[in-house]
């Protein structure tokens, strides 16, 4: 989930925003120019920028979203992938994946450019996992 938000377009900019305003504060305080107020300011809006989309964004998602809670099974077949517990089943043609990408911890499927899947890799076996990267990868164009 961090690696989502980290990626979007928004938040980049904002980073990038937060990283010009400290470093050039930090250089006009530095040189005497101004006084430490600004440069203080910056790191603060660095520290919970960092904080908030690190720790605080992911962890109010995980809390709000039923589906994060829930347990599943996810089935990669050559036409289709199908996700399946309890209360149902759905299957996705690869066609409807606009993108993935791959996290340490997930695959993220995207639907659209604000709406994805997230597949944990803890349940997939380390001699299934190549395998599953490769028809991920095969099927899906990668960002």
Known sequence: MRFHFIAQKEIRILFIVIILFDLISGIL?????IHPA???LG???WFFFLISFWYLMPGIVYKRSETFRDT???YFQPAYIALENNKGRVEWDWKRFLYFFESPHFFHLYFSEKS????PKDNVSPDDLPAVRSLVSSRIKSK
């Open 29 to 33: 305080y530095f040189t005497g120019k």
């Open 38 to 40: 600004p440069f203080l």
């Open 43 to 45: 790191a603060v809006i």
């Open 72 to 74: 599943f099974t996810i």
């Open 116 to 119: 994805f899947f997230l597949v």
